[in-house]
Protein backbone atom coordinates (compact mmCIF):
# COMPACT_ATOMS: atom_id res chain seq x y z
CA UNK A 1 0.00 0.00 0.00
CA UNK A 2 2.96 2.33 0.92
CA UNK A 3 3.91 3.07 -2.59
CA UNK A 4 0.00 4.63 -3.18
CA UNK A 5 0.88 6.86 -0.96
CA UNK A 6 3.89 7.82 -2.07
CA UNK A 7 3.04 9.01 -5.64
CA UNK A 8 -0.35 10.57 -4.15
CA UNK A 9 2.70 12.59 -1.90
CA UNK A 10 4.41 13.14 -4.76
CA UNK A 11 1.49 14.44 -7.20
CA UNK A 12 -0.01 17.15 -4.53
CA UNK A 13 3.94 18.16 -4.03
CA UNK A 14 5.13 18.79 -7.83
CA UNK A 15 4.55 22.24 -9.32
CA UNK A 16 2.83 21.30 -12.92
CA UNK A 17 -0.75 24.02 -12.80
CA UNK A 18 -1.71 21.40 -16.18
CA UNK A 19 -0.53 18.25 -14.00
CA UNK A 20 -2.33 19.14 -11.36
CA UNK A 21 -5.74 19.73 -12.47
CA UNK A 22 -5.37 16.42 -14.16
CA UNK A 23 -4.92 14.76 -10.88
CA UNK A 24 -7.22 16.63 -8.61
CA UNK A 25 -10.22 14.41 -8.98
CA UNK A 26 -7.79 10.68 -8.99
CA UNK A 27 -6.99 12.15 -5.75
CA UNK A 28 -10.53 12.84 -4.50
CA UNK A 29 -11.72 9.45 -5.97
CA UNK A 30 -8.66 7.85 -4.09
CA UNK A 31 -9.30 9.33 -1.14
CA UNK A 32 -12.94 8.77 -0.76
CA UNK A 33 -12.66 5.03 -1.35
CA UNK A 34 -11.73 3.58 1.82
CA UNK A 35 -10.69 0.13 0.73
CA UNK A 36 -8.04 1.56 -1.97
CA UNK A 37 -6.50 4.22 0.55
CA UNK A 38 -6.88 1.87 3.72
CA UNK A 39 -3.19 3.64 4.08
CA UNK A 40 -4.80 6.67 5.12
CA UNK A 41 -5.68 5.14 8.26
CA UNK A 42 -2.24 4.29 9.71
CA UNK A 43 0.25 6.58 7.96
CA UNK A 44 -0.09 9.70 10.21
CA UNK A 45 3.13 11.13 8.62
CA UNK A 46 2.46 10.51 5.01
CA UNK A 47 -1.48 12.27 5.86
CA UNK A 48 0.84 15.25 7.83
CA UNK A 49 3.02 15.62 4.68
CA UNK A 50 -0.15 15.61 2.53
CA UNK A 51 -2.14 18.23 4.03
CA UNK A 52 0.91 20.29 4.72
CA UNK A 53 1.02 19.74 0.48
CA UNK A 54 -2.43 21.02 0.21
CA UNK A 55 -2.51 23.68 2.17
CA UNK A 56 0.59 25.47 1.02
CA UNK A 57 0.57 24.88 -2.56
CA UNK A 58 -2.56 24.35 -3.75
CA UNK A 59 -4.84 26.53 -1.64
CA UNK A 60 -2.48 28.74 -1.71
CA UNK A 61 -1.78 28.77 -5.64
CA UNK A 62 -2.14 31.71 -7.52
CA UNK A 63 -3.97 29.92 -10.03
CA UNK A 64 -7.77 29.70 -8.73
CA UNK A 65 -9.17 26.62 -10.48
CA UNK A 66 -5.69 24.61 -8.39
CA UNK A 67 -6.99 26.52 -5.45
CA UNK A 68 -10.62 25.19 -5.80
CA UNK A 69 -9.81 21.94 -6.62
CA UNK A 70 -7.11 22.14 -3.48
CA UNK A 71 -10.54 22.30 -1.15
CA UNK A 72 -12.04 19.88 -3.20
CA UNK A 73 -9.58 17.49 -2.09
CA UNK A 74 -9.18 18.62 1.73
CA UNK A 75 -12.90 18.11 1.93
CA UNK A 76 -12.73 14.95 0.83
CA UNK A 77 -10.34 14.06 3.84
CA UNK A 78 -12.50 15.49 6.02
CA UNK A 79 -15.15 13.45 4.73
CA UNK A 80 -13.12 10.74 5.08
CA UNK A 81 -11.24 10.78 8.13
CA UNK A 82 -14.45 12.67 10.28
CA UNK A 83 -12.74 14.14 13.70
CA UNK A 84 -9.14 12.23 13.06
CA UNK A 85 -8.89 15.36 10.53
CA UNK A 86 -8.73 17.59 14.33
CA UNK A 87 -5.17 16.75 14.42
CA UNK A 88 -4.98 18.73 10.77
CA UNK A 89 -6.75 21.97 11.49
CA UNK A 90 -3.77 24.08 12.62
CA UNK A 91 -1.94 23.03 9.71
CA UNK A 92 -4.80 23.93 6.87
CA UNK A 93 -6.50 27.52 8.91
CA UNK A 94 -4.17 29.78 8.03
CA UNK A 95 -4.47 29.32 4.42
CA UNK A 96 -7.78 28.80 4.81
CA UNK A 97 -8.16 32.70 6.83
CA UNK A 98 -5.97 33.98 3.97
CA UNK A 99 -8.49 32.72 0.95
CA UNK A 100 -11.61 34.24 2.80
CA UNK A 101 -10.18 37.37 1.13
CA UNK A 102 -9.60 36.02 -2.09
CA UNK A 103 -10.79 38.36 -5.56
CA UNK A 104 -12.91 35.33 -6.81
CA UNK A 105 -16.34 35.09 -5.44
CA UNK A 106 -16.33 31.35 -5.98
CA UNK A 107 -13.15 31.04 -3.95
CA UNK A 108 -14.26 32.74 -0.88
CA UNK A 109 -18.03 30.68 -1.23
CA UNK A 110 -16.34 27.25 -1.26
CA UNK A 111 -13.64 28.43 1.56
CA UNK A 112 -16.89 28.92 3.71
CA UNK A 113 -17.90 25.93 3.23
CA UNK A 114 -15.52 23.70 3.69
CA UNK A 115 -14.27 25.72 7.56
CA UNK A 116 -18.31 25.04 8.22
CA UNK A 117 -17.38 21.72 7.17
CA UNK A 118 -14.52 21.07 9.17
CA UNK A 119 -16.37 22.71 11.83
CA UNK A 120 -19.19 20.45 11.35
CA UNK A 121 -17.34 16.79 10.86
CA UNK A 122 -14.12 17.42 12.48
CA UNK A 123 -14.21 19.97 15.36
CA UNK A 124 -16.35 21.58 17.45
CA UNK A 125 -17.33 24.90 15.52
CA UNK A 126 -15.35 27.07 18.83
CA UNK A 127 -12.85 24.53 18.56
CA UNK A 128 -11.54 26.37 15.05
CA UNK A 129 -12.68 29.47 16.25
CA UNK A 130 -10.10 29.73 18.79
CA UNK A 131 -7.62 29.10 16.08
CA UNK A 132 -9.37 31.82 13.31
CA UNK A 133 -9.36 34.85 15.75
CA UNK A 134 -6.05 36.08 14.03
CA UNK A 135 -8.08 36.83 10.99
CA UNK A 136 -9.74 39.91 12.17
CA UNK A 137 -6.52 40.98 12.37
CA UNK A 138 -5.37 40.18 8.88
CA UNK A 139 -3.75 42.64 6.54
CA UNK A 140 -6.14 42.26 3.62
CA UNK A 141 -9.51 44.33 4.36
CA UNK A 142 -11.44 41.30 2.54
CA UNK A 143 -10.30 38.65 5.21
CA UNK A 144 -11.78 40.96 7.62
CA UNK A 145 -14.55 41.11 6.32
CA UNK A 146 -14.69 37.65 5.68
CA UNK A 147 -13.90 36.35 8.87
CA UNK A 148 -17.18 38.55 10.06
CA UNK A 149 -19.38 36.90 6.86
CA UNK A 150 -17.88 33.29 8.22
CA UNK A 151 -18.89 34.22 11.85
CA UNK A 152 -22.51 34.85 10.40
CA UNK A 153 -22.79 31.56 8.66
CA UNK A 154 -21.51 29.67 11.43
CA UNK A 155 -24.45 31.09 14.08
CA UNK A 156 -26.90 29.50 11.12
CA UNK A 157 -25.37 26.49 10.81
CA UNK A 158 -24.41 25.81 14.42
CA UNK A 159 -26.38 28.00 16.85
CA UNK A 160 -25.08 30.48 19.37
CA UNK A 161 -25.10 27.96 21.94
CA UNK A 162 -21.37 26.09 20.14
CA UNK A 163 -19.40 29.02 20.44
CA UNK A 164 -17.97 31.18 23.16
CA UNK A 165 -18.67 34.46 22.10
CA UNK A 166 -17.49 36.97 24.60
CA UNK A 167 -14.34 35.39 23.08
CA UNK A 168 -15.17 36.23 19.90
CA UNK A 169 -17.47 39.74 20.47
CA UNK A 170 -14.45 42.02 21.19
CA UNK A 171 -12.36 41.46 17.78
CA UNK A 172 -15.95 42.06 16.37
CA UNK A 173 -15.91 45.32 18.42
CA UNK A 174 -12.23 46.28 17.26
CA UNK A 175 -13.57 46.38 13.41
CA UNK A 176 -16.03 48.52 13.96
CA UNK A 177 -13.32 51.44 13.82
CA UNK A 178 -11.92 49.52 10.67
CA UNK A 179 -10.47 52.24 7.96
CA UNK A 180 -12.40 49.96 5.30
CA UNK A 181 -16.41 50.39 5.20
CA UNK A 182 -16.93 47.28 4.34
CA UNK A 183 -15.61 45.86 6.85
CA UNK A 184 -17.52 48.13 9.45
CA UNK A 185 -20.59 47.03 8.44
CA UNK A 186 -19.22 43.16 8.16
CA UNK A 187 -18.74 43.80 11.60
CA UNK A 188 -22.25 45.73 12.47
CA UNK A 189 -23.71 42.82 10.48
CA UNK A 190 -22.35 40.30 12.79
CA UNK A 191 -23.41 42.08 16.13
CA UNK A 192 -26.85 41.92 14.63
CA UNK A 193 -26.57 38.16 13.99
CA UNK A 194 -25.49 37.64 17.64
CA UNK A 195 -28.35 39.56 19.14
CA UNK A 196 -30.94 37.92 17.14
CA UNK A 197 -29.19 34.24 18.69
CA UNK A 198 -29.00 35.80 21.85
CA UNK A 199 -31.18 38.70 22.95
CA UNK A 200 -30.73 41.53 24.75
CA UNK A 201 -27.41 40.50 26.99
CA UNK A 202 -25.81 41.67 23.84
CA UNK A 203 -26.91 45.17 24.04
CA UNK A 204 -25.98 45.46 28.32
CA UNK A 205 -22.67 43.77 27.28
CA UNK A 206 -21.87 45.99 24.37
CA UNK A 207 -22.86 48.80 26.51
CA UNK A 208 -19.91 47.78 28.63
CA UNK A 209 -17.45 48.18 25.97
CA UNK A 210 -16.45 51.89 26.35
CA UNK A 211 -17.59 52.14 22.30
CA UNK A 212 -18.34 55.86 21.53
CA UNK A 213 -22.19 56.54 21.71
CA UNK A 214 -22.47 57.17 18.16
CA UNK A 215 -21.95 54.01 17.01
CA UNK A 216 -23.82 52.00 19.90
CA UNK A 217 -26.49 54.46 18.88
CA UNK A 218 -26.81 52.66 15.17
CA UNK A 219 -26.20 48.97 16.74
CA UNK A 220 -28.92 49.62 18.82
CA UNK A 221 -31.65 51.32 16.33
CA UNK A 222 -30.50 48.00 14.39
CA UNK A 223 -30.80 45.42 17.41
CA UNK A 224 -34.39 47.07 17.49
CA UNK A 225 -35.22 46.84 13.81
CA UNK A 226 -34.83 42.98 14.16
CA UNK A 227 -36.39 42.47 17.52
CA UNK A 228 -39.78 44.25 15.23
CA UNK A 229 -39.40 42.41 12.38
CA UNK A 230 -39.96 38.98 14.45
CA UNK A 231 -36.70 37.44 13.16
CA UNK A 232 -35.07 37.05 16.23
CA UNK A 233 -34.37 33.26 17.06
CA UNK A 234 -36.89 31.55 19.35
CA UNK A 235 -34.74 31.17 22.56
CA UNK A 236 -33.66 34.50 22.43
CA UNK A 237 -36.80 36.25 23.04
Known sequence: MEPRMESCLAQVLQKDVGKRLQVGQELID????????????????????????????????????VVLLGMDILS??????QDRFKA??????PSLIDRL????????EQDQTLLLKI???????????????????????????GICLCLIATLNASGAQTLTLSKIVPHICNL?????????????NSLVEIYRHVGERVRADLSKKGLPQ????VIFTKFDEVQKSGNMIQSAN
Open 214 to 217: SRLN
Open 88 to 93: QIGTVL
Open 176 to 188: LGDPNSQVRDAAI
Open 101 to 108: GDAKDSVR
Open 30 to 65: YFSDKQKSADLEHDQTMLDKLVDGLATSWVNSSNYK
Open 119 to 145: MDQAANPQYVWDRMLGGFKHKNFRTRE
Open 76 to 81: ALVTRL
